[in-house]
């Protein structure tokens, strides 16, 4: 049950920001600072959103469209 609690918030958070990730990996990577340690966070927090948006979160959609209908009509899968 934990598990997917947990699976469950991290997909509704991917799905309702999307395009706030993909912003901000775009933005830190076009001139990252690396002047003060809280700019060092946030071109690794930029880089992190660009890897979520570009690779995971395509392919976790992906996995979820080949899932069987009957699995996404499960109430454990909602």
């Known amino acids: 049950m ?3 609690l947990f699976w469950g918030e991290a ?3 991917m799905l309702e920001a999307y395009l706030e990730f993909l912003i901000s990996g775009f933005l830190n990577s076009q001139e990252p600072l690396f002047t003060t340690s809280g700019e060092v966070v946030a071109a690794v927090i930029g880089y992190m959103s660009l890897f979520f948006t570009i690779l995971v979160m395509p392919s976790v959609f992906i996995w979820i469209l080949r899932r069987p209908l ?3 009509k499960n109430k454990n899968f909602e």
């Open 70 to 72: 009957e699995t996404l």
């Open 11 to 13: 997909l509704a958070l």
């Open 2 to 4: 934990r598990d997917r």
